[in-house]
């Protein structure tokens, strides 16, 4: 396990960007993958994006083509770029890590919130 630090949410309007980064407490070079996920009031959490330690990326298709994933492996760092946002982009959002789909590290989560 590793323990994950997010940052960056806030208020921004609709149309605005914010990038969130993750801060692992050990290198990340060797995890599989890590990646965010999101829960807003009263819904489930949901995947937003993930990415493997070779870079293959996965979004889920509410955020396709307006958010961007990576990771800085020198930085022990992933990122967040959201771009476009929306109303319903306003959640929590969370970062996680683990080998393959088995994500056993969650960070505390970062606020987004977008208005209209």
């Known amino acids: 396990q590793v323990h994950l630090v997010e940052s960056g949410g806030g208020l921004v309007q609709a149309g605005g960007s914010l990038r969130l980064s993750c801060k692992a407490s050990r290198s990340i070079a060797t995890i599989t993958r890590m990646g965010w996920y999101r829960q807003a009031p009263g819904k489930q959490r949901e995947l937003v994006a993930t990415i493997t330690n070779r870079d293959y990326t996965i979004y889920a298709d509410s955020v396709k083509g307006r958010f961007t994933i990576s990771r800085a492996n020198a930085e022990s760092t992933i990122y967040l770029q959201m771009n476009s946002l929306k109303p319903e982009d306003t959640a929590v959002y969370y970062c996680?890590?683990?080998?393959?789909?088995?994500?056993?590290?969650w960070g505390q989560g970062t606020q987004v919130t977008v208005s209209s």
């Open positions: 996680t890590s683990g080998p393959g789909w088995s994500f056993d590290s």
